[in-house]
């Protein structure tokens, strides 16, 4: 049978957008249920003509290592991220961990329409449990860290299902994940701080705490007020389909054009034609890397400048218009 389907190439793209609403809110400033119409999960029946884009454009920069650059853009907000995919993964005996690589340096969020406030996320480790099991399960561990300078704000999130011993590992084998995360917000100077851990962050510098369950509600809770909101609520909150083009408008190396071949012959069950597509395209990659070495040619992305400093991509002006939805 047919292993690792998949292995992005060199230059391969990927594009889509979702139209969707301003949420409704609460009086309270929460997020409040949302009734969407059934043929467009984007949209909900209170904001009929009222709906935004939000798009995202994907393309690989690097193929040793392998190295993606992304960007997401809602223009009618004002809200862009950025950022660097490479993963590196690790095995832990009764788990896989899945965490950021070298490049990745975390995701950058600017919002334009407040001065471009500039925030910095890194990535916590997703773990993949459940083998002994043979039932499947993901929880996160380690933190994630949210700066930013303009504002002198920084904030510490830890996932509490972190296994470091395999004695905490046989007794997570026998219980249940908790999906917990703990945090605080707290002020900070960008050219002296060093806190990773919530232990370390001092009592008059904070000004919120956080709490809760990243599969369900995540709430926080003001120091000075007191007051407690809701920061997210997964059980509300709709997973919303992506919009691509169809097959016959998608360029030479947009991802559903390259692995077509090989997508068909798996859902036709015919492993066998899978792994012979799989192999052509793979071939053809190595014969393009050729022609570049003949050519003393470096690969030179269509959409992102290279190279990326501190795994934060620029856009070419061709990347610019894709990402506000004018391109074809």
Not at 32 to 47: F, H, L, M, R, Y
Not at 131 to 150: D, F, G, Q, R
Not at 221 to 239: A, H, P, Q
Not at 247 to 265: N, P
Request: hydrophobic share 35%; net charge positive; proline share 5%.
């Amino acid at each position: 049978r047919l292993c690792k389907p998949y292995n992005s190439i060199l230059g391969e793209q990927f594009y889509c957008h979702w139209d969707v609403s301003t949420p409704k809110f609460n009086v309270d400033g929460t997020i409040a249920k949302q009734t969407w119409i059934s043929e467009n999960k984007g949209v909900n029946e209170d904001a009929l003509g009222k709906s935004i884009r939000v798009t995202c454009l994907n393309e690989q920069i690097s193929h040793h290592p392998p190295v993606s650059a992304f960007f997401y853009n809602c223009e009618e907000k004002g809200v862009e991220a950025r950022g660097i995919d490479h993963i590196t993964v690790r095995f832990t005996g009764t788990s896989v961990k899945v965490g950021p690589g070298d490049e990745n340096k975390g995701i950058y969020i600017t919002l334009r329409s407040r001065d471009n406030e500039e925030y910095l996320l890194t990535h916590p480790w997703a773990s993949v449990n459940g083998w002994l099991k043979a039932n499947l399960y993901l929880t996160m561990s380690e933190h994630c860290v949210i700066t930013c300078p303009k504002t002198g704000l920084k904030a510490i999130l830890e996932y509490k299902d972190e296994v470091s011993c395999w004695v905490g590992a046989f007794e997570k084998w026998l219980s249940k994940p908790r999906f917990a995360i703990e945090g605080k917000i707290f002020s900070y100077d960008s050219a002296s701080d060093e806190i990773t851990k919530l232990k370390y962050v001092p009592q008059d510098k904070l000004r919120a705490t956080v709490d809760g369950s990243w599969r369900g509600q995540v709430k926080a809770t003001r120091v000075d007020t007191k007051k407690e909101c809701v920061l997210m609520d997964m059980n509300i909150i709709e997973c919303i389909p992506k919009v691509v083009a169809p097959l016959e408008e998608l360029g030479e190396f947009e991802s559903r054009k390259i692995w077509y071949s090989v997508t068909s012959a798996i859902q036709a069950k015919d492993f066998s034609r899978a792994t012979k597509a799989k192999i052509a395209i793979e071939e053809q990659q190595r014969q393009r890397s050729v022609e570049r070495k003949a050519k003393g040619e470096e690969f030179e992305p269509v959409y992102f400048k290279v190279p990326v400093q501190e795994g934060k991509p620029e856009l070419k002006p061709a990347g610019v218009e894709k990402v506000k939805g004018r391109a074809q």
